[in-house]
Structures are given as C-alpha cells and as structure tokens.
C-alpha cells in the first residue's frame, strides 16, 4: 500500500481446507509457513517495488487461529529486525471494516460516524465506526457466526467446505418462498445462529426420512430459504440500530458480505431506508491482505507502532 492506495493484494488459497472439510488449525498454520514467503515475493512483485523502499509492516495480532497468527507475527517480527523497520499490529475485525477506507477512483468512501455490519466465519458485530481508531460494538453474536451458519448448514446439505458461498450459488437458482426456517428471536442488536443450524439439521433429517432424494431434489429451494432467513435477520438488527442512532451510511464487511443475496437486500433496504450504503469489493469482502494494509497504515499515522515483544491474541476484548 502506498499512501492509502493498494499496489498489490496477494491472497494465497485456502485449498488445504477443502481436503478436510474445514480448517484444521494445524493444518492452516502449516499453509501460512509454505505460503508466506512466496506470497510476500509475489506482492513485491507485483507492486514493483523492493522491500527496502517498504516504511512500516503491518501484520494481524488477532483475533484468530494461534497457530497461524504465530507464523505471520514471527514473520513480521524476522522482517522488522532485518529491514529495521517499525512493525504495527492489526486487529483482524476492524482491519474487515477498514477495508472501506482503501482510495479508489471507482469507490465512495463512507464519512464518520457509520455503521458497519461485519459478517466472518468467526465474528458477526454491528459496529459503530467513528474514525478509524475509534469504534464500539453496538451488538454482537451469542454463539456462531453468520458464516458459520452458512458453513455448517453446507455441510448438512452434503456441499463442500466452505460453504457460503455454495450456499450463494444454489440460491440463485431457488425459491426463497419455499421452506420456513425460524428467525432466531434474540434480544438489542445481538444475534444468535445456533438454533437455525440446529433447524436444518432437523429439518434435512425429517425429510430425507420420508425421502432420500430430497436435498438433491430441492437444494436451490433450500438454499434460498435458509439464506433468506440469515439476511433478514442480519438486516432487521441493522435497520434497528440506524434507526436508534439516527445514521444513514451504512456498509457490510467480512466474507458474507460477498453474499449475494446479501449485497441486493442491502442495496433495496437502503433504497427504501434513504440510506448511503457501502457494499465491499469481492476481493475485500473475505479475508485479505489490503485490510490488514488499510488498517497498519492508519496505526502508522497515529504512531501506534508496536515492539519485538509483541505476541499474537487469539481473542481480543474491545
Ligand atoms: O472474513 P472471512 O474470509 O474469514 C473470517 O474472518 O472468518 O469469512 C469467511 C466466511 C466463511 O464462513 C464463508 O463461508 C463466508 O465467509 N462466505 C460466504 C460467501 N463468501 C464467503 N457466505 C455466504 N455467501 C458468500 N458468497
Ligand atoms: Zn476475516
């Protein structure tokens, strides 16, 4: 990244998942060791630039897998000690929200305070954005995440890992209007996904009993069902605290803001809402290296540079 700007945005692939039908977390520390150093030599590449014209690294502390979090924090550290340049640490979560402060011609950024819906595989939060180091969590999730609702309904159904964004092309081609999924009743902006898992997990053993051809029969239908029960929920908690906080710009962040079904109900409810919305390029909306760069580089600004000392957080409070 060069002055807010994005010169390269390597992201190397999550193959070693599939194979397993999630992450394995030793498995994914072991992809981050063999993927790292080609990915960083790529990334210069790729920028055309060399590594000592780079002023600042910025790495993710957490939240997340230990194990993988330990391979790009030890990798930053041997590259700060060797370059003698200053590191800067990133929270996972907001460096998602940040994504939306990348300068692009083709982008509107959104002006402070906003809101932000951030859906991942590991955290679903409305987050009030009031500059890029000043951000509280209006609600949160009490268990799974969004994505995890997506991911493990996938499994269910019998679809690869991950799921989302099966789950996403299957519902294009099917009747949301099809099947009833109980909206999980939960109480402020919080969420909760566990008993809608729960729900199609039932839901597919009841019906395969009566017929074993049913989820291939009628996966469009479910897909589209299920999904639409996900995003109606992740926006009435959206539309709710707008509303309470009186704000208008709102954006969505996270690999489920790839979601298509998603990205239209966002844009017809911000119509009607008379709201400005924000909606993530693909390459940011799942996880990505330009985050984490968007989020260092305002660190960096602010002075926020952290020492050798610094260890990875599997979780971070806020
Ligand atoms: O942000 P992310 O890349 O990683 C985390 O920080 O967790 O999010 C990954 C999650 C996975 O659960 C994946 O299934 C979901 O984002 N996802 C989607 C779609 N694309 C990715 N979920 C629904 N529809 C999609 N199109
Ligand atoms: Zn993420």
Same mark, same amino acid.
């Given at each position: 990244? =060069?002055d ?18 999630g992450?394995?977390?030793e498995?994914?520390? =072991?992809?981050?060791?063999q ?5 960083l ?6 920028a055309?630039i060399?590594i000592?014209?780079?002023?600042a690294?910025a ?15 030890? %990798? ?10 200053? /590191? ?8 998602h929200? /940040?994504?939306?402060?990348?300068e &692009? ?9 906003? /809101? ?11 987050? /009030? ?7 509280h969590?209006l ?6 995440a969004?994505?995890?609702?997506? &991911? ?6 019998g ?21 009833k %999924? ?5 109480? &402020?902006?919080?969420?909760?996904f566990?008993g ?5 997990l039932?839901?597919?053993r ?16 479910? $897909? ?12 009435m908690? *959206?539309?709710? +605290? ?15 803001? +790839?979601?298509?079904? *998603?990205?239209k109900?966002l844009?017809v ?11 993530p ?10 985050m984490?760069a ?5 660190r960096? *600004? &602010?002075g926020?540079? $952290?020492?050798?000392?610094v260890?990875?957080? +599997?979780?971070?409070?806020?």
């Amino acid at each position: 990244m =060069r002055d807010g700007k994005i010169l390269s945005n390597i992201v190397a692939g999550q193959e070693a998942h599939k194979q397993f039908g999630g992450v394995v977390p030793e498995m994914a520390s =072991r992809a981050h060791l063999q993927n790292i150093v080609p990915s960083l030599n790529l990334a210069l590449l790729e920028a055309n630039i060399s590594i000592q014209e780079i002023d600042a690294i910025a790495f993710t502390q957490g939240p997340g897998l230990v194990g993988s979090l330990m391979v790009g924090v030890s %990798f930053a550290k041997g590259l700060s000690l060797s370059l003698q340049k200053p /590191l800067v640490s990133v929270n996972h979560i907001q460096a998602h929200v /940040l994504a939306h402060l990348i300068e &692009d011609e083709k982008q509107l950024k959104p002006t402070f305070p906003f /809101l932000c819906l951030t859906v991942s595989g590991g955290h679903t939060q409305i987050v /009030l954005v009031n500059s890029p180091s000043d951000m509280h969590i209006l609600g949160q999730t009490n268990d799974d995440a969004a994505g995890e609702a997506f &991911d493990k309904a996938a499994k269910i159904l019998g679809l690869p890992y991950p799921g989302g964004p099966l789950i996403d092309k299957y519902a294009q081609m099917g009747n949301a209007d099809k099947f009833k %999924f109980p909206t999980p009743q939960i109480p &402020d902006y919080n969420f909760s996904f566990s008993g809608l898992k729960t729900s199609m997990l039932y839901f597919v053993r009841d019906n395969v009993a009566k017929n074993p051809d049913f989820v291939v029969e009628n996966l469009g239908d479910i $897909c589209a069902s299920y999904q639409r029960t996900i995003v109606d929920f992740l926006l009435m908690k *959206l539309r709710r +605290a707008a509303k309470d906080n009186r704000i208008n710009q709102i954006a969505i962040a996270g690999g489920v803001s +790839a979601n298509s079904g *998603l990205r239209k109900a966002l844009t017809v409810l911000g119509e009607k809402e008379g709201w400005e919305t924000f909606i993530p390029k693909f390459e940011y909306c799942t996880d990505n290296a330009a985050m984490i760069a968007i989020a260092g580089y305002f660190r960096y *600004l &602010d002075g926020e540079t $952290c020492g050798l000392d610094v260890t990875p957080l +599997a979780r971070i409070a806020e």
